[in-house]
């Protein structure tokens, strides 16, 4: 409650001040007098685990990179009541090894939005063994509040093609999700449908249940929470436009719960 009034506070004295649209850079007596506010607080968890092959590994981080470089995203990050957004993005597979590989950055504009797909081109790339989704939920959530933004908004995506297969002792994924969701973040996600696992793969969750109902029913949740299935590792690119797209432009309660892109 107290992000949302803020930003709506934030929004009635830009009104005021119509005419003024230059963005100043923060200074020192801003950053002593708080958090930044923006809109959207935005955590991605890329999974690196050994069901993802290099090649892979590389499309789901172009995928992302893509997204940010088309002008289509800061154009709706520009519709949003501040005009700007924070965005971070880690790897992770077991359920100690993740790794913050860009960090939180303020986007409000195509350049920033550029330079935020340049750093994700660059980004270095590391395999895991294991599929801990509840270490991901975790540490994703002990992101938040240490980048200097306050959204009005915050939210994990969590993109990966295989249930949480390995977790701390005395730690489980419906209780990692639960702590996230009490404090008030969604958690989206982005199921890869791979239809052909490399054989070496650690053993999968007891779960059975097809991927995207996994998804759909132990990870996912929060006000709005959705996720986007892609069919196939080719179909990733397009599958996180299409997220970003509605995490950023605020989609309305109506769109579905669960989309399907095809590459």
């Known amino acids: 409650m107290r992000r949302r009034n803020f930003v709506r506070g934030a929004v009635l004295a830009s009104t ?15 950053a002593a007098a708080g958090p930044e506010p923006v809109d959207l607080e935005l955590v991605l ?25 088309a002008a ?8 949003g009541p501040l005009g700007a957004i924070a965005c971070a993005l880690f790897i992770w597979s077991d359920p100690d090894h993740q ?20 750093a994700i081109d660059a980004a270095p790339r590391a395999t895991g063994l294991y599929t801990s989704i509840s270490g991901a939920i975790d540490f994703a959530a002990g992101l938040f509040g240490r980048g200097g933004f306050e959204g009005a908004r915050r939210i994990v995506d969590i993109s990966g093609d295989g249930a949480d ?9 419906a209780q990692a999700r ?56 080719e179909a990733f690119a397009p599958a996180v436009r299409r ?9 309305p309660p109506t769109a579905p719960r669960v989309e399907r892109v095809v590459g």
């Open 99 to 118: 790794q913050t590989v860009v960090p939180w950055t303020r986007i409000d504009g195509a350049g920033s939005a550029r330079a935020f797909a340049a």
């Open 165 to 173: 297969n390995a977790a701390r002792p005395g730690r489980t994924l």
């Open 72 to 79: 289509d995203l800061a154009r709706r990050v520009g519709a």
């Open 178 to 233: 639960d702590d996230a969701l009490d404090r008030g973040i969604v958690l989206n996600g982005l199921a890869i449908l791979d239809p052909d696992p490399p054989p070496a793969s650690p053993p999968r969750h007891a779960w059975r249940a097809p991927l995207d109902e996994y998804y759909r029913d132990a990870v996912i949740g929060g006000l709005g929470s959705f996720l986007v299935v892609a069919e196939g590792f």
């Open 16 to 30: 005021a001040m119509a005419g003024a649209v230059t963005t100043r850079p923060r200074t020192r007596a801003h």
């Open 45 to 69: 968890a890329v999974d690196v685990s050994s069901s993802i092959s290099p090649e892979e590994m590389d499309l789901q981080f172009r995928g992302y990179a893509a997204a940010f470089a």
């Open 243 to 251: 997220k970003l797209a509605r995490e950023i432009a605020h989609a």
